[in-house]
């Protein structure tokens, strides 16, 4: 590779590197956090409040628990599989001061879906929450779990409105489907017996893996970015520096937290980063329920938010959008998917606050890019490179190319992963250390970089990967499907979704049979919107099916 990549210009008043002078880990962070903030609010879900020393008295216990009654050892993982709630900070800070390593799971994850992350993390132990035990219950044979906590969504809220939350979630709503688990044990119970258990803090190296965090690989097959604590620790200290212009010493900030914290997003930037100034996260359970949503927005006056362009777009078609005050705001950042540029100048116009984008994945803690937040961000980029961070515009031998030239974007930084946990990771980093993210982007003169392209076939969906092998081998697997390609196409509401071409084996197989099908194998974002039966797929000459045609094809019918 040549040795000088182009290195971009900071705004004004943003430290160019991150001090050096920072937490060996993430527990130290944490740390400083409830000896700074200990009487502060820290986080808020559904009405009830717990502070920073709260939160940290609970995790105690929770840690103490796992260490006395679970028997873990540093490095053991344990999986986390819930919703926004308030459970989610202390099973997750207690985790980390157990000595674990946190295993994020999306808890809308099909059966099939779990058993394949939870064997290739080795997983010890899982928190989950009641609604989806059921799908736990249908695996947890087939893994190595051999400690099940199970919670529901008014544990922490107290007395009357905790068991009545609760009753209407199971009862009224019916959102618990019956499951058994006979030896998984009540959160709240844990809680109380971790209360009454010593807690030995474990000694923990900066460079100890944190957090497994699954993201899709090119074959379909989910991967673990081993992140170390090194790598958050450096992460908070970079978004710390890039958020300073918005941010006023001994002023509490607001954060509206709608992303789930299991998403690498809200994981480091809501919470991780958050706690380390001493802000107030309000956690929203289920951000799709719109008016609910707006609800709870006119109750705080909050002053960041962050957010999917699905998300922001949701909101600014809410009829009483503006019965909100958006007075207190001082910057929206949308991460996971491009924002679209009508969205941004909707919410500008709207809210009188920028919507400004950033850019990253699992794999770099998450952000590596983002556009400045002082108003010199620019519409249809991802910004520029974070504090310590160095983006380059390659070739597919690693040279770095000339600013305007097209190619794959790399990242250098603290931030970046040491690799997939447990996977060849041949190709993944140039020889000398850049990581290949697989997007095809570009560098304007002044260092501000867009994405132009996916160089994988990997799909969208509102923030979430999709990729097309991994739905294909789900719909191939049903005994009247011959062939199946699927493809990414645009989509208004979530920038792309799903569409699979399907030759038949069988004529009797209808469309509603293959979505029954799919319904069952398949998280909601990556079930086919649209299916389309063909007599045959284009393919190469030795065989392999061309999906650029089909996208082609797709293309040529919208023009």
């Not at 009654?69 to 207690?94: F, H, S, T, W």
Request: glycine share 8%; aromatic share 8%.
């Amino acid at each position: 590779m040549s040795t000088h990549p182009w290195i971009a210009k900071y705004p004004a008043g943003i430290a160019t590197e991150i001090s050096e002078d920072r937490p060996e880990n993430l527990l130290e962070l944490f740390n400083q956090a409830f000896k700074s903030f200990g009487s502060r609010e820290a986080f808020e879900n559904m009405g009830k409040v717990l502070t920073y020393q709260e939160i940290n008295l609970q995790s105690d216990f929770f840690a103490a628990y796992l260490q006395n009654e679970v028997k873990v050892q540093k490095g053991d993982r344990i999986a986390i599989q819930m919703p926004n709630c308030l459970q989610y900070p202390i099973v997750l800070i207690g985790a980390l001061k157990a000595g674990c390593i946190v295993v994020n799971t999306n808890p809308l994850y099909t059966p099939r879906e779990m058993e394949h992350q939870f064997n290739d993390a080795e997983v010890k132990a899982i928190v989950i929450i009641a609604n989806f035990a059921h799908s736990l219950q249908e695996i947890l044979h087939k893994t190595k779990i051999e400690h099940v906590i199970v919670t529901e969504l008014g544990d922490l809220l107290g007395g009357l409105k905790g068991k009545l939350v609760n009753f209407v979630v199971k009862k009224v709503k019916k959102m618990v489907p019956a499951y058994s688990l006979p030896t998984a044990k009540k959160f709240n119970d844990v809680m109380k017996k971790g209360a009454r258990m010593k807690y030995t803090k474990p000694d923990v190296q900066s460079g100890d893996t944190a957090f497994l965090q699954y993201t899709g690989g090119t074959t379909g097959v989910s991967k673990g970015a081993t992140l170390s604590h090194s790598n958050v620790v450096a992460h908070t200290f970079a978004i710390n520096n890039w958020f300073k212009p918005l941010l006023k010493e001994g002023q509490t900030e607001l954060m509206i937290t709608a992303i789930p914290l299991y998403h690498i997003f809200a994981l480091n930037v809501n919470c991780t980063f958050m706690m380390h100034i001493g802000a107030k996260n309000v956690l929203i359970t289920n951000p799709r329920d719109m008016p609910g949503f707006i609800k709870e927005l006119k109750k705080h006056p909050f002053t960041l938010f962050t957010g999917v362009n699905t998300l922001f777009n949701g909101l600014l078609n809410q009829p009483n959008f503006n019965e909100v005050d958006w007075g207190h705001l001082k910057g929206a950042i949308g991460g996971g998917m491009a924002v679209q540029d009508f969205v941004a100048k909707k919410w500008e116009e709207q809210t009188s606050s920028p919507l400004v984008e950033g850019y990253g994945l699992s794999e770099t803690s998450p952000v590596a890019s983002c556009n400045p937040l002082d108003g010199t961000h620019r519409m249809g980029t991802i910004g520029l490179p974070i504090s310590s961070t160095q983006l380059s515009i390659c070739d597919d031998e690693g040279n770095h190319l000339a600013q305007g030239e097209v190619g794959e974007i790399c990242i250098k930084g603290p931030q970046v992963m040491s690799g997939y946990w447990n996977k060849d990771n041949s190709g993944v980093f140039f020889e000398d250390g850049w990581f290949r993210t697989g997007d095809i982007g570009q560098m304007d003169a002044d260092g501000f970089f867009k994405i132009v392209d996916r160089k994988k076939d990997m799909i969208n969906v509102s923030g979430f990967n999709v990729f097309p092998n991994e739905v294909e081998n789900v719909i191939a697997d049903h005994e009247k499907v011959l062939e199946v390609a699927v493809i990414g196409i645009p989509d208004k509401k979530s920038s792309e979704c799903v569409k699979a071409f399907v030759v038949k084996s069988d004529p009797s197989l209808t469309e509603d049979e293959l979505r029954d099908f799919c319904e069952e194998e398949l998280t909601g974002y990556k079930k086919p919107k649209y299916i389309e039966f063909v007599d045959e797929l284009p393919k190469s000459n030795v065989g392999k099916i061309l999906r650029r045609e089909l996208k082609e094809r797709e293309a040529a019918k919208n023009s």
